[in-house]
C-alpha cells in the first residue's frame, strides 16, 4: 500500500474554499448516509438523497452536481477527503476562492458527463472532481516532492516527484491499469474524465495567461523545452555553437572587458532596481520575468549594459523566445561593451545567424558573419560560418 502523506509546499493563504468544500461533504454525508435494507438488498443512501445520485439512464441536470456530495461509506468519503485535503491546499491558493469553486464544481460535472457517457449504471462521490483537482496539481506543481508512506512487508516513507506519483501511480496505475483488471464497481471513467479536465483546463488557463505561469509548472516546462528546441532549430543539423564553448575551461574575464565601457550610473534607483530584480530573476531561472523586466529596462534606457554574463543569459533567452529583434539588440549591446570576451567569436556568430534567417538583413547579417569567420577557431562553427555565407550570396 502507499499512500501520500505530505507535500513539500503549503499553500501561502487559508484554503477556505477547500475547507468549505471539505465540510459540505462530511455533512451531507453525515445527514444522507443510513444503511437500510430495500428488499434483499442493503441501500447505503436514505431515500431522500437518492434522488440526488446522478442516473445516467434518465439525469436531471442538477445531479451532475450533487451526485459529487454523496458517498457510498466511510471508506469512500474519508479517502475522498483526505485526497482532496492533500492536494486542494495548494490548487485553492493558486486559483483564489471563487475560482477554486468553480474549477472543483466543473470537474465534478464533467467526471459526470464522462461516466454518464459511458455507463448506465448510477454514480455518486467526489473522487472525480477530486480526480480533476488532483491534475491541477500536477500542472502547477509537477516539481514539488511527494512523501509517500508505504506498507508492504515492513512501514517506511519515501518522497517522490508529484508528477511522477499522480501521473504513474495514481492515474495510469490506480485507473488506466486497474480499470481493466479490477471487478470492483469504482466508476474510473469518471475518474479518468476528471484527470482531463483538471490537466486541461489548467493548461489552458496558462497558455491564455488568466493563470500566471511559472517555470516551475508543466506549461512552464513546456515552454522550455520549446526554447531549448528553438535553439538548437537555430543552428543547422541542431549544432549548437555555444557547446565547443561549454566544452572547454572556464577563463576568467579579462580586465579590459571592464574597461570596454563605462559603469553605469547607478544612482537612479529605478535602473538600479530593475537591474536587480533581473538578477535575482535569472538566478532563480524564472526567465519569463527577467525578459519582461529587461524590455522595461530598456524602455527607460536603450544602451543600458547588464553584467556580462547576466546580459549574455538574456540574449541568450531572447534569441531562445523567438524574440529576434531584441535579441539581435542585445547581443550587440553585449559586443559593445565586452568587446574582449573570450568567446566574442561565437556572439558574432549567432548575430549573423539572426539577422540573416530571422531578420532578413543580409548587409549585417554578412558583416557578423565575416567578422566571425576570421576569427572561429572550431571546425564545426567555421563550417557553419561559411555554409550561411554562401546561401546569402546565393539568395
Known amino acids: 500500500m502507499l499512500l501520500p502523506i505530505r507535500t513539500s509546499i503549503s499553500p501561502r493563504r487559508t484554503p477556505y474554499a477547500n475547507y468549505i468544500l471539505i465540510a459540505a461533504n462530511i455533512i451531507l454525508f453525515m445527514l444522507s448516509y443510513g444503511p437500510h435494507r ?4 442493503v441501500e447505503p443512501l436514505r431515500p431522500w438523497a437518492q434522488q440526488f445520485m446522478l442516473t445516467p439512464e434518465h439525469p436531471y441536470i442538477w445531479q451532475f452536481v450533487s451526485y459529487a456530495f454523496l458517498h457510498g461509506s466511510l471508506m469512500h468519503i474519508l479517502g475522498n477527503m483526505y485526497f482532496l485535503y492533500m492536494f486542494g491546499n495548494n490548487v485553492n491558493d493558486r486559483l483564489g476562492n471563487v475560482g477554486y469553486l468553480c474549477f472543483y464544481l466543473g470537474g465534478a460535472v464533467f467526471s459526470g458527463l464522462g461516466h454518464a457517457l459511458l455507463h448506465d449504471n448510477p454514480v455518486l462521490g467526489a473522487s472525480g472532481a477530486v480526480a480533476a483537482v488532483t491534475g491541477a496539481y500536477l500542472v ?5 516532492f511527494i512523501t509517500v508512506l508505504y506498507m508492504f512487508f515492513f512501514i517506511g516513507t519515501f518522497e517522490i516527484k508529484a508528477m511522477y506519483l499522480i501521473a504513474l501511480k495514481l492515474i495510469f496505475f490506480d485507473n488506466i491499469l486497474q480499470k481493466h483488471i479490477s471487478t470492483a464497481n469504482i466508476a474510473f471513467d469518471a475518474h479518468l474524465a476528471g484527470y482531463a479536465f483538471g490537466i486541461a483546463v489548467i493548461l489552458l488557463l496558462l497558455m491564455v495567461k488568466l493563470l500566471d505561469s511559472h517555470y516551475s509548472d508543466l506549461w512552464g516546462m513546456l515552454r522550455q ?3 531549448r528546441r528553438t535553439f538548437r532549430d537555430v543552428v543547422e543539423d541542431a549544432y549548437d555553437p555555444w557547446a565547443h564553448a561549454r566544452g572547454r575551461k572556464p577563463v ?5 572587458d571592464h574597461k570596454d565601457h563605462e559603469e553605469p ?3 537612479n534607483d529605478p535602473i538600479r532596481d530593475l537591474r536587480s530584480r533581473i538578477t535575482e530573476a535569472m538566478n532563480v531561472h524564472n526567465t519569463s520575468e527577467a525578459i519582461h523586466l529587461y524590455e522595461e529596462l530598456l524602455n527607460r534606457d536603450p544602451d543600458h549594459i547588464l553584467p556580462r554574463q547576466t546580459q549574455l543569459d538574456i540574449s541568450n533567452q531572447l534569441m531562445a523566445d523567438g524574440q529576434w529583434r ?3 539588440k542585445a547581443y550587440e549591446l553585449f559586443l559593445k561593451a565586452y568587446g574582449n570576451y573570450e568567446y566574442a567569436e561565437q556572439v558574432y556568430l549567432m548575430l549573423g545567424l539572426l539577422y540573416g534567417r530571422y531578420l532578413n538583413e543580409t548587409s549585417k547579417a554578412m558583416e557578423f558573419l565575416q567578422r566571425a569567420k576570421d576569427r572561429l577557431t572550431d571546425p564545426g562553427q567555421k563550417r557553419l560560418c561559411m555554409q550561411e555565407i554562401r546561401r546569402l550570396q546565393e539568395a
Do not use: C, Q, Y
Open 38 to 41: 430495500v428488499g434483499p438488498f
Open 140 to 144: 502547477l506543481f509537477p516539481h514539488t
Open 265 to 267: 550610473d547607478l544612482t
Open 252 to 256: 576568467a574575464a579579462k580586465v579590459e
Open 326 to 328: 531584441l535579441s539581435a
Open 225 to 227: 523545452w520549446n526554447r
